[in-house]
């Protein structure tokens, strides 16, 4: 007899009666199958701009919505098919921030696919439109295209990512464009700018209102070490060797300084404020947004020469809001770079520290580049 055939036999019967047994179990064994329940849609926006916003939490006995527009936080009412709702507005036309809290517990929308890129995630995002759309809204004009890229950083030793924004036309012509370095800040990351900052629109929207110098524009991801102590000096790194040779050699952009500017928000803001007066030949148009700033010692070369700072400088453009954490601190830097004759332009705007408030800080800094 084949021992081989047999033993495949024998596990064939014991297969079969194992399917038996399980086809002849009792009908009470089995767990209750729930039936399918229908997706829920949240947020929900209204042509008067009222906001429904739903969560399905059986066991929760505290829900509340938590946005970042005015009077933002709302109580939940537990409805049918324990679907918790409130319906809140109107909402001013912008792209707000928002979560939930279930029992204690902030999350994300789970209904709502469109959340804020972050390291942790825990904002969804609401954008709501207006009778006349603004800068960031999408608007029937030439649009640009947004590229990601995944590159070995040699500097780092790892692989990291980026996001490049080309302007309308580019893949139609042979021209070179200049570049611009845009920064997010602390938690967020590379996508950040597009997906929350709708950077790509605003950008499509003032080429095509004649505002902006068609440009290329590069988002990297902001945390390059694993600590805030090196961040700046390790992200440094990366973008001098690795990242502006890859995009110098990749796309058709102008390689000197008059057509390179860096500018970015809180984290990233101290990090081009850094980076651009430390390399202002490399660099001509320098910006930061609510700016964690560098301390004297980390530009003293900039300050120490103004002269020289200012003939290289087309542009150092710095702004911060009236009730933003991080005032004090851009209003002693201002105050430096009075001192040491470091030629400069300063806005002190309404606002905190917020997404809103960076979106018009773009539109306002873009169209003052590369002109």
């Not at 049918?80 to 409130?86: H, L, Q």
Request: with cysteine.
């Amino acid at each position: 007899m084949n021992t081989r055939f047999l033993a495949l036999g024998l596990l064939a019967a014991g297969l079969a009666a194992s399917v038996q047994a399980q086809n002849t179990t009792p009908a009470t064994a089995a767990a209750p199958r729930r039936a399918p329940q229908a997706p829920i849609r949240s947020a929900e926006i209204a042509d008067d701009r009222r906001v429904t916003f739903r969560i399905r939490a059986p066991k929760a006995t505290d829900v509340t919505v938590n946005g970042q527009w005015a009077n933002g936080r709302a109580a939940m009412a537990r409805g049918s098919n324990d679907v918790w709702s409130v319906t809140v507005g109107p909402v001013e036309p912008g792209v707000w921030e928002y979560s939930f809290n279930v029992d204690g517990v902030g999350m994300i929308d789970p209904a709502n696919s469109a959340t804020k890129p972050m390291r942790e995630p825990r904002t969804s995002i609401l954008h709501v439109t207006g009778a006349t759309p603004m800068i960031w809204d999408f608007q029937d004009v030439a649009h640009g295209t947004v590229r990601q890229h995944t590159y070995r950083s040699k500097a780092l030793g790892k692989l990291r990512e980026l996001a490049v924004y080309t302007p309308p036309g580019y893949d139609q012509n042979s021209k070179k464009f200049p570049t611009l370095y845009l920064q997010h800040g602390s938690g967020d990351n590379q996508a950040t700018w597009i997906a929350h900052g709708k950077a790509h629109w605003i950008f499509d929207n003032l080429i095509a209102q004649k505002k902006m110098t068609p440009m290329v524009v590069v988002m990297m991801d902001g945390h390059a070490s694993t600590g805030f102590q090196n961040n700046t000096e390790v992200f440094e790194k990366d973008l001098m060797q690795d990242v502006m040779p890859f995009v110098e050699s990749s796309y058709r952009v102008k390689k000197d300084a008059a057509n390179r500017a860096i500018v970015g928000l809180s984290m990233g803001g101290g990090q081009s404020l850094t980076i651009g007066l430390n390399h202002t030949d490399t660099f001509a148009w320098v910006g930061g947004f609510s700016s964690a700033v560098p301390g004297k010692d980390a530009v003293a070369s900039a300050l120490g020469s103004p002269d020289k700072t200012n003939a290289k400088l087309k542009l150092l453009w710095i702004a911060c809001g009236k009730d933003d954490f991080l005032l004090q601190r851009n209003e002693e830097f201002i105050a430096t770079l009075k001192d040491k004759g470091v030629r400069h332009e300063w806005l002190k705007t309404e606002g905190a520290h917020s997404w809103p408030v960076w979106r018009n800080y773009l539109a306002d800094f873009a169209p003052r580049l590369f002109k």
